[in-house]
């Protein structure tokens, strides 16, 4: 699935427009506190900008994970972001349909490599065997010969992985 | 509002919040292992998969909150109710004891929620519920497998690991058959499809258990009377204990919030 990319109206060159546009365009350069190689926008997590009955500009955003503890961060960078450029927001959070690491987009996806963060391998919705193990190429060299340290790494959102090839150790953004 | 759509709404109601107390009261169990775990990557491990079930319980006592609309909050659920109001089953709220006990409770519960949430998220009438449901089987299915792989390697490890894992399989067994059984409110909820019945899930867990006990060299013990009560209210000594640590903010400082 490719990832369904946040929309906002038509400009049609009205002033109201041009807010929509210009929140659209701040909101998708609010990078993720936890990942700041990434902006909200390359994750998938923001998923629309649009406005309201009232002309209130409403943001929905996406968590990663349930108990993912930077969604009110987030949240906040955002709301933050847009009053810093003169407009006042609504945050909603929205669950379904939920987030997937398909969502991230290629440049999202080069942004985490360049980082040293090996994106998700192949589509979610795989992986149900017992220590059936991905391949996952080492960010800093793109060698395959690596091995995964841990299921769960310093986020909810990776896995610890070590590359064999170069002896990097290495965060793997885990496919769901 | 008549008086029968009140209690249809207090039913959904309490089918939900049990959901939300095995989560919860989980969650807690393996946020105690912070600063105790083996080593370090299961430290991470154990407080990862507690988050993920503290999300779960978080959104599902937002969304009782909302259909009782009186007010209640998640913190309200999560801190503001006496032991016999926490609808767990007594499986999630059984003592850490040691790296295999909980390894194997959390394979238990993993194998019988992953299928669970599956199904709420393609048959649940409620789609609030649809969409916890779709997040929370991803979550589930990386649980199951982690706690699958421990069980397999320490049931067939060591001869410590070995014995140990028996013991948990002895001690933990007779807790799971509460997790195929409907309380009341959960039979409302599965007649009114919000929910599924915990029984159709027990072909799906019967066979998870099944291959990671014959790769794990374990053998399941025949019980004859399973252990119940937690969907009644009716808890473990254990509960008073994790209540009593779980509840201390609120206790010592009542009304406080974040």
């Not at chain 1, 795989?126 to 060299?141: I, L, M, W």
């Not at chain 1, 060698?143 to 002896?167: I, L, M, P, Q």
């Not at chain 2, 946020?31 to 998969?49: F, T």
Request: aromatic share 8%; net charge negative; hydrophobic share 40%.
């Amino acid at each position: 699935m490719s990832a369904p990319a946040p929309t906002s109206g038509k400009p049609s060159g009205s002033v109201a427009d041009f807010e929509l546009a210009r929140a659209l365009e701040v909101a998708s350069t609010v990078p993720d506190p936890e990942v700041p190689c990434v902006t909200v926008a390359d994750l998938g997590i923001l998923r629309s900008v649009s406005r309201d009955e009232t002309g209130r500009i409403v943001v929905r955003l996406t968590p990663t994970y349930s108990g993912c503890p930077a969604v009110i961060a987030i949240e906040m960078a955002v709301e933050t972001a847009l009053l810093s450029a003169g407009i006042d927001s609504t945050i909603e959070r929205v669950i379904s349909p939920p987030w997937t690491t398909d969502w991230i987009t290629d440049e999202g996806r080069e942004k985490l490599r360049t980082y040293g963060i090996a994106p998700p391998v192949g589509s979610s919705g795989g992986r149900r065997a017992f220590f059936a193990e991905d391949t996952v190429a080492c960010p800093r060299c793109g060698s395959t010969d690596t091995a995964k340290v841990s299921e769960f790494g310093s986020t909810a959102c990776k896995a610890h992985y070590r590359c064999n090839a170069c002896a990097e150790p290495f965060d793997y953004f885990k496919c769901i | 509002m008549g008086a029968a759509a009140a209690s249809a709404e207090a039913t959904t109601v309490a089918a939900i919040v049990e959901i939300a107390d095995d989560c919860l009261i989980l969650g807690h169990r393996l946020s105690e292992w912070c600063g105790h775990a083996p080593i370090l990557e299961e430290e991470l491990a154990l407080a990862n998969m507690g988050l993920d079930l503290l999300g779960q319980a978080r959104a599902l006592y937002a969304h009782a909150g909302e259909i009782e609309g009186k007010g209640r909050s998640e913190d309200d659920f999560a801190f503001l109710r006496r032991e016999r109001e926490y609808r767990n089953c007594l499986l999630v709220e059984r003592e850490n004891r040691d790296f295999a006990h909980t390894m194997l409770r959390q394979l238990y519960f993993s194998a019988f929620m992953q299928p669970f949430w599956r199904t709420v998220a393609a048959t649940s009438s409620d789609e609030t519920l649809r969409g916890i449901a779709a997040k929370a089987e991803k979550e589930m299915a990386y649980h199951l497998r982690h706690a699958g792989e421990w069980v397999i390697r320490m049931g067939d490890g060591t001869e410590e690991s070995a014995r140990r894992m028996a013991d948990a399989v002895i001690e933990l067994h007779r807790y799971t058959g509460e997790l195929f059984m409907a309380s009341p409110a959960r039979a409302d909820a599965v007649a009114a499809k919000l929910l599924p019945d915990p029984e159709s899930m027990r072909a799906e867990w019967d066979d998870t258990i099944a291959t990671v006990f014959a790769a794990a060299k374990l053998t399941a013990p025949e019980i004859r009377v399973m252990q119940k009560g937690g969907r009644d209210g009716i808890h473990g000594e254990d509960m008073g204990h994790l209540l009593a640590e779980l509840q201390f903010m609120q206790r010592a400082y009542p009304g406080q919030t974040w």
